[in-house]
Every structure is written in structure tokens, then in C-alpha cells.
């Protein structure tokens, strides 16, 4: 199935709590890629978006937490909404590489959710940057289209087949 797809992988949010599940994929050929801190999937069970790491006791928590997926197998790790310091320790403290969103520029890589890169989210996170504004392009486009066709200048002669 996962084959059939196209899928390379799985990714899976937690982690003691999902140690022996990526333990058990890995085991049977399935590469998966971790995540840890802010887990978008748990979000209400979480309290909301909000940054994970802040005290020490949550910090060393995070750590154990990438020690385990690393243990488990996982081929690399996310670290979201997480103070910087706590995205530095955790990349010290394990060998599999660290991608950050949220987590300062200490991780080995960088991701964004296309959406927000893309500029297609009304309230983006405090980490996303938007590289294009295409939400109002986007509006703008289908508000301009709506008025055409409400006016009946579209579809004009050039979009019209001839006999």
C-alpha cells in the first residue's frame, strides 16, 4: 500500500509513545521520520499551538523524547515550536539529523508548510515566513473572474469556439 502510493516513508508524531510503532515499521522496512514538540495532529489535546520546551523539566523532557525515536530507528527527526536552545541540544544530543519548523537555525535543515511559505495563510505562525503573496493574488483573481461573468464580459469573443 505504502509502495503502491508512491510513499518513501512515514512520518509519526511523538515520542516514547510512538517508540515501539516506529520501532515495529522500521523493523519491517518502512523508513520513518520523527516528530517531536508541537504536534500539529495533537494540538487540542496539547492545550493549542503553543511553544513546547520552556522550562528546563519540559526541555530535558524533549531531549529523552528524541532519544527515543532515535533509538527506535527513525532516519531523522522534526522539531517544532521549540525554543532554539532547547532545537540546539536536542541536535547535539542525537545523530540522526534534526529539521526545524519553529526551532531556530541550529537544526540540520529548515521546512515550512507550503500554505504559509506561499503566503496562502490569513494568520500564519510567529516562525512562518511568507515568500509570495499569493492569498491575495488568489482573491483578487477569483473576485475579478466573479465580476466578469457577472457582467457577461466573460467568456469575451477570444474564450468563444466559432462555428
Do not use: W
Not at 527513525?74 to 544530543?93: D, G, K, N, R, Y
Amino acid at each position: 500500500c505504502l509502495k503502491e502510493g508512491g510513499a518513501d516513508g512515514v512520518k509519526l508524531e511523538g515520542g516514547k509513545i510512538r517508540a515501539e510503532s516506529i520501532r515495529a515499521l522500521v523493523d519491517n522496512g518502512i523508513p520513518v521520520l520523527g516528530h517531536i514538540g508541537l504536534l500539529p495532529q495533537s494540538v487540542k489535546a496539547m492545550g493549542g499551538y503553543r511553544v513546547q520546551g520552556k522550562t528546563e523539566e519540559a526541555a530535558r523532557q524533549l531531549i529523552e523524547e528524541a532519544k527515543a525515536v532515535e533509538d527506535a530507528g527513525a532516519f531523522a527527526l522534526v522539531l517544532e515550536a521549540m525554543p532554539p536552545s532547547v532545537a540546539q541540544a536536542i541536535t547535539e544530543a542525537v545523530s540522526l539529523p534534526t529539521i526545524g519548523i519553529g526551532a531556530g537555525r541550529s537544526c540540520d535543515g529548515q521546512v515550512l508548510v507550503i500554505n504559509d511559505l506561499l503566503g496562502l495563510t490569513d494568520k500564519p505562525p510567529k516562525f512562518a515566513k511568507a515568500y509570495a503573496k499569493l492569498g491575495e493574488e488568489t482573491r483578487r483573481a477569483i473576485a475579478a473572474y466573479r465580476d466578469e461573468v457577472q457582467s457577461g464580459a466573460f467568456p469575451g469573443d477570444e474564450q468563444t469556439y466559432g462555428a
